[in-house]
């Protein structure tokens, strides 16, 4: 086997194993830290694709960034950090039957198509590549994309902020 | 590519208007004294401008920015519409009690609706799936906020978090869709998309399974059964305005993205002149998938219409089931249909915001939102009910108002492309619906007031916008030619 594809099965198997934990996990800090796994493995395909601006990214933003946000607001909200979160399974034989039937129908599909592949192209530098389309083709959706953040961390703010009866100083909306 | 660039600034100046009155909204809100007003003015004044700048596009047929947005007589005709959608939603909302008392914040609120409306005006132009996933996502994100404005209501706070999870849920349907069609045409332009389906002889399963994807994804955004179970919660639950905006607003967008994207990607361009779907229509035949889908809503939503007694609940069930009405048109997809789905939408925003706003009105001055309470509300407040009962009326599509010309117009389009028992579906749907939008009249009007009842004073501004609405809904009841030959017009889309 070559080590390429040998690489790709063990992130692809990382990616899995450590999603499957993060969902099935009762622990709210076992599945940020099984979701960090996950993260790093996508990251590591992007690399295996010579992608390596995205691969950086992803590394930075999801892993380094999101995740210890993450973790810090579990910290931070719950009582107890190590607090089990309720879980119950409701409509348990409907449910694993809907998911079979999809997983088998994405199965058979996905073996049945003839994807459109793209050449691997082994390039070392690809930030400028990245830098010349978002300027050119991709600008519009790189400008919206500026707005829909702006807007998202506006919310986010709106509906974190605290409201329950007292008066807050107009100076600190966000 | 410079030039290519100027160009297109150029002709994305209705949308560039939007983005700067979002930043001067936030601005004003810092700046303002009395901002509560004075934001929603300032956002007022940038819908007027942007409405100038859609105006002068009219007539134009160009794609812009590689290909990204098209500034064709359709993205033109929808941008229109929600424009006029975006400017009563303002006025709304400077009326509402329920946002003056519970909502801090009104700079931030008012920025979001702009949003909002920045998305769907990327949403009616957007050929590009890319830009498509942007604009929904853009659309979405600030609709969960802005449900949940009034969040120390408790089932404002349930119906942010009721959208957001069903609405996270439609997005990743209508994102894997969109990323599986991809994988088979190697294009993320519509028009690529539709060359390498052309191109390629076997349609795999893939392709339908993506379709089929992509239909779920649209459907919870357009609210068609069985995906409308997310509405009525969070129409009931959200603040009047945004529901109406919701309610109207959005579901214009959502058919305008899900119109074009049908039409361009899956539509032979060669025949279009008979009937639409031919172009994918070799293994599945979608479009009586589709037609199934509307039975479903118009059927389903006036049966469950029947039980409610909260007025919003009320609209709620009778907007999805309007939704399958309009769909009826995709089932179409030929230029007739998709005019009849057009005049539908335009029809349909007037008369559907002239009831939420009633109700919305009713809702401030009596607390309360129950249809048993309406009782002689037509006789105490004579205004507001006969004003109710019209509008009512022309959601049931009844002459002389414009409700009637809306159902004749897409009726008429479906008969004349053979789909004899749809129609006979959707005339049957339409006694059901009879039956509940009669009841709230009948409540308001037959029922003696009760003594400790006192008429709904109505300030100057509220008939106004009344009567701005009741206007068109009598208007294009008579005079519907201007409107017909307007929709027939901006059945151009660019690529076609």
């Known amino acids: ?174 | 590519m410079a030039e290519h660039i100027i160009d297109s600034i150029f002709l994305f100046l209705p949308e560039i208007t939007l983005t700067l009155t979002l930043v001067a909204a936030v601005l004003a809100d810092l700046v303002l004294k009395e901002r509560n007003r004075m934001v929603a003015w300032v956002v007022f004044a940038g819908l007027l401008v942007t409405g100038v700048f859609v105006l002068r596009q009219c007539g134009l047929n160009e794609s812009i920015f590689s290909d990204m947005i098209a500034v064709d007589p359709f993205s033109v005709f929808f941008k229109g519409l929600l424009t006029i959608a975006g400017l009563f939603i303002v006025l709304f909302s400077v009326v509402s009690k329920e946002l003056e008392q519970n909502g801090r914040r009104i700079g931030e609120y008012y920025m979001l609706l702009t949003g909002v409306l920045l998305g769907m005006f990327l949403m009616a132009g957007a050929t590009n799936v890319l830009m498509m996933y942007l604009a929904f996502e853009l659309t979405s994100i600030s609709s969960y906020v802005l449900s949940g404005f009034t969040k120390n209501l408790r089932k404002s706070a349930e119906a942010s978090m009721k959208y957001i999870i069903y609405g996270s849920v439609s997005s990743g349907f209508l994102l894997y869709g969109l990323t599986l069609l991809i994988g088979i045409t190697g294009s993320t332009d519509i028009y690529g998309i539709r060359d390498a389906l052309q191109s390629s002889v076997g349609h795999d399963a893939v392709l339908y399974l993506s379709v089929m994807m992509i239909l779920v994804g649209f459907s919870y955004k357009i609210t068609v059964l069985p995906f409308h179970f997310w509405a009525p919660d969070v129409y009931e639950g959200a603040p009047t305005p945004i529901t109406t905006f919701l309610a109207t607003a959005s579901k214009i967008a959502g058919f305008a993205l899900l119109m074009r994207f049908f039409r361009i990607s899956f539509v032979d361009g060669g025949i279009t002149d008979f009937a639409g779907y031919e172009g994918i229509i070799a293994v599945i035949p979608w479009n009586i998938i589709v037609a199934i889908l509307a039975t479903l809503t118009m059927v389903g939503a006036n049966l469950m219409a029947l039980w409610q007694d909260n007025i919003k609940r009320l609209l709620a069930y009778s907007s999805i089931s309007h939704a399958g009405f309009i769909l009826m048109g995709l089932v179409l997809l030929n230029d007739e249909g998709m005019a009849a789905m057009m005049v539908y939408l335009a029809i349909y925003l007037v008369m559907n915001m002239g009831a939420f706003f009633i109700a919305m009105i009713i809702s401030d001055r009596l607390h309360t939102e129950r249809i048993s309470d309406y009782q002689g509300l037509g006789r105490s407040s004579p205004f507001l009910g006969v004003s109710m009962a019209i509008f009512l009326v022309a959601l049931a599509g009844f002459p002389p108002t414009a409700g009637f010309i809306a159902k004749i117009f897409i009726f008429g389009a479906v008969i004349h492309a053979g789909w004899i028992w749809l129609v006979v579906v959707a005339g049957f749907s339409t006694v059901i619906s009879l039956f509940y939008y009669i009841r709230v009249v009948k409540n308001m009007f037959l029922s003696e007031p009760p003594d400790s009842m006192k008429p709904i004073e109505t300030s100057r501004g509220v008939m106004a916008v009344v009567i701005m609405l009741l206007i068109p809904v009598f208007v294009f009841g008579i005079w519907f030619s201007p409107l017909l030959s307007w929709a027939r017009d901006a059945v151009v889309l660019f690529g076609l």
Request: aromatic share 12%; glycine share 8%.
């Open chain 1, 1 to 174: 086997m070559e080590l390429s594809a040998f690489l790709f099965y063990f992130f692809a198997l990382l990616i899995i194993g450590s999603a499957a934990i993060m969902v099935f996990s009762k622990n709210i800090v076992h599945s940020a830290f099984a979701l960090m796994f996950t993260l790093a493995g996508l990251a590591a395909f992007y690399a295996l694709l010579y992608a390596g601006f995205v691969a950086v990214t992803q590394l930075l933003v999801y892993v380094g960034g999101i995740l210890v946000i993450v973790l810090f607001g579990v910290m931070l909200t719950t009582r107890g950090y190590f607090e089990k979160i309720k879980t119950r399974t409701v409509h348990l034989l409907p449910a694993a039957l809907f998911s079979m039937a999809i997983a088998i129908i994405l199965i058979t599909v996905f073996l049945s198509t003839e994807w459109i592949l793209a050449p691997l192209e082994e390039e070392v530098f690809t930030v400028q590549g990245i830098g010349e389309l978002l300027m050119t083709d991709y600008m519009l959706p790189f400008q919206v994309v500026g707005v829909l953040l702006l807007l998202a961390i506006i919310g986010a703010v709106l509906m974190a902020t605290r409201v329950a009866g007292e008066e807050e100083p107009p100076s600190a909306s966000g």
